[in-house]
T-cell receptor
Framework: KQEVTQIPAALSVPEGENLVLNCSFT??????LQWFRQDPGKGLTSLLL?????REQTSGRLNASLDKSSGRSTLYIAASQPGDSATYLC????????????FGQGTTLQVKP | GAGVSQSPSNKVTEKGKDVELRCDPI?????LYWYRQSLGQGLEFLIY????????KSGLPSDRFSAERTGGSVSTLTIQRTQQEDSAVYLC?????????????FGPGTRLTVL
């Protein structure tokens, strides 16, 4: 059974700091991995999608890496801003299934001005 | 263009009543998913529709839950005889056809409260 774990559960940093969010998964047979952002009371906003054949994806100040063999992904946020405060979720799609996402519990980030 | 929309945004109901939640996917997206987000369980898959194929219902928690997708577009999730443990945010997502297991786009969700 695929399990996804995110560490830490919560993180508070001062503005401007670079930070790393971690995601691990137990079954390396994944099709892709997707990082989302969720603001309080809102739906999910897709940030980055990494296919299993890729090592990383970048969008602006965000960089996500994927190491399938070790079952890990990291989301790197450069020069954090108060507007980055949200819950960040990673989710994987297991190879061979219907494309349903299996989510971690999320990391709640607070960036203090 | 328009994203995934869901209605209602909030629903409060009494235990034992039936509820219907609606999802309008992005136009042209043939794959549609329902997920549930609750405090104790996080985000869980419920059901998946792909075109005219039989849906994957493996995530539905009980036979009180059902969903349909009419005309390959709008989907309705129905919960019969609601229980307090059904209280959660119900999220719908869609993705384009021809991009197997590509990026999923989520709606804002329906917050269901069962009193």
């Amino acid at each position: 059974k695929q399990e996804v774990t995110q560490i830490p559960a919560a993180l508070s940093v001062p503005e401007g700091e670079n930070l790393v969010l971690n995601c691990s998964f137990t079954d390396s047979a994944i099709y892709n991995l997707q990082w989302f952002r969720q603001d309080p009371g809102k739906g999910l906003t897709s940030l980055l999608l990494i296919q299993s054949s890729q090592r990383e994806q970048t969008s602006g100040r965000l960089n996500a890496s994927l190491d399938k063999s070790s079952g890990r992904s990291t989301l790197y946020i450069a020069a954090s801003q108060p507007g980055d405060s949200a819950t960040y979720l990673c989710a994987v799609i297991r190879s061979g299934n219907t494309g349903k996402l299996i989510f971690g519990q999320g990391t709640t980030l607070q960036v203090k001005p | 263009g328009a994203g995934v929309s869901q209605s209602p945004s909030n629903k409060v109901t009494e235990k034992g009543k039936d509820v219907e939640l609606r999802c309008d996917p992005i136009s042209g997206h043939t794959a549609l998913y329902w997920y549930r987000q609750s405090l104790g369980q996080g985000l869980e898959f419920l059901i998946y529709f792909q075109g005219n194929s039989a849906p994957d219902k493996s995530g539905l928690p009980s036979d009180r839950f059902s969903a349909e997708r009419t005309g390959g577009s709008v989907s309705t999730l129905t919960i019969q005889r609601t229980q307090q443990e059904d209280s959660a945010v119900y999220l719908c997502a869609s993705r384009p056809s021809g991009r197997n297991f590509g990026e999923q786009f989520f709606g804002p969700g329906t917050r269901l409260t069962v009193l």
